[in-house]
């Protein structure tokens, strides 16, 4: 039966995020000939119209508030409302990022609606819609099915190829005038200060170097920088790299880091401890560099090399440089 289903596109940095069009993709499979609307906030929200139609919007709606610049709960939760109160969807989905992970909880208490978040894969099987999503820290996967009311998923990035865009394909547009409660605004943003420099987003990365206590210093990253700088990927770490102060935590994956998904991770100097593999094991190909053969990282690598990172890493980077001109 055809569905109603509603997307939320995570924006950020005035740059629509890849899990939106991500999202889009699982949007069309669940509305099998339904409408999909896509929602997009902040007074910049029309630069987006296009790619949205183009990986499979059939509407979207912008909310052009200047409070939607930068994210906060109380003004995304209030404007996400009103517009699921106008589309009335059958299905909700955003992506797993920081904002998806903050607003969706608070959206589906307050409306009274199951969450299911984390998904890795979403299929229709006799007109369900099944959800993956892992759990004990990514050793085992469950399905779950919603089985009454609307259905609210959150998407895990990189896990779900997104549509071809079609620059044929165009979008009925909206503008939502959304009003807030003023008492309800709690927070404004003031500044936005990074910590870490500009470059590849790290939970939606291609390909990833990242470096542990076996990296040994702050100095020690700069190789692993200068591969993924080659390869056009991110730097991430372990938390022994960071609690040993080689890196901003923002750079660290597992447990209580961020959790990737690249086709390619390098783990370097990586002991491969339960915590961190949460964060990663589900890369495509995983390549591990350890001077200990025993260390527990090879046990889910692809490829394995037994070797000194500081020697193995710049050898990699001059035959990539060779193969990549
Ligand atoms: P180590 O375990 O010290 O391993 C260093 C590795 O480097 C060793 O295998 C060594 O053989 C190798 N090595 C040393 N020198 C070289 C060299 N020159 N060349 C090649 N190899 C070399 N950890 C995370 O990563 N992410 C998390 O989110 C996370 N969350 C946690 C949550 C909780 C509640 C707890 C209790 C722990 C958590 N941890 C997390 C910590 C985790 O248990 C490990 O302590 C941590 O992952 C170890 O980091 P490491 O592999 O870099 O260091």
Excluded: W
């Excluded at 008492?183 to 910590?195: A, F, Y």
């Excluded at 890493?313 to 990549?324: A, D, G, N, R």
């Amino acid at each position: 039966m055809s569905k109603n289903v509603l997307v939320f596109a995570d924006v950020r940095d005035k740059k629509l995020r890849n899990v939106a069009l991500e999202c889009l993709a699982v949007a069309r499979k669940v509305a099998d000939g339904g409408v999909v609307t896509a929602a997009v906030f902040g007074s910049f929200a029309k630069d987006f119209v296009d790619p949205l139609a183009h990986h499979g919007a059939d509407r979207v709606i912008t909310v052009l508030n200047p409070e939607l610049d930068q994210y906060t709960t109380d003004a995304y939760f209030q404007a996400f409302k009103q517009v699921i109160e106008k589309v009335q969807p059958d299905a909700i989905f955003t992506g797993h990022t920081a904002v998806g992970r903050d607003v969706s909880p608070r959206i589906a208490a307050r409306l009274g609606l199951g969450l299911i978040s984390d998904c890795t894969n979403v299929e229709v099987q006799d007109g369900q819609i099944v959800f993956t999503r892992p759990i004990y820290a990514g050793k085992a996967f469950v399905k779950k099915v919603v089985k009454e009311g609307t259905v609210f998923a959150t998407i895990r990035p990189n896990n779900i190829e997104a549509m071809n865009a079609d620059p044929g394909r165009k979008a009925e547009t909206e503008e939502l005038q959304v009003t807030f409660a003023q008492d309800l605004l709690r927070t404004i943003v003031k500044e936005v200060v990074r910590k870490t420099a500009e470059g590849v987003d790290l939970s939606e990365a291609r390909v990833i170097v990242a470096g542990g206590r076996g990296v040994k210093s702050a100095e020690g990253f700069k190789p692993l920088q200068e591969l993924a700088d080659l390869l056009g990927g991110a730097v991430g770490a372990s938390r022994g790299a960071c609690d040993a102060g080689y890196c901003d935590y923002a750079l660290q994956i597992g447990q209580t880091g961020k959790v990737v998904t690249p086709d390619l991770y390098i783990a370097c100097g990586i002991s491969g401890a339960i915590q961190h593999l949460a964060g990663m094991s589900n890369s495509k190909v995983i390549v591990a560099i350890n001077k200990d053969p025993e260390a527990n990282i090879f046990q889910v690598a692809d490829y394995g090399i037994v070797g000194d990172l500081f020697e193995v890493v710049p050898l990699l980077t001059e035959e990539f440089k060779k193969v990549l001109g």
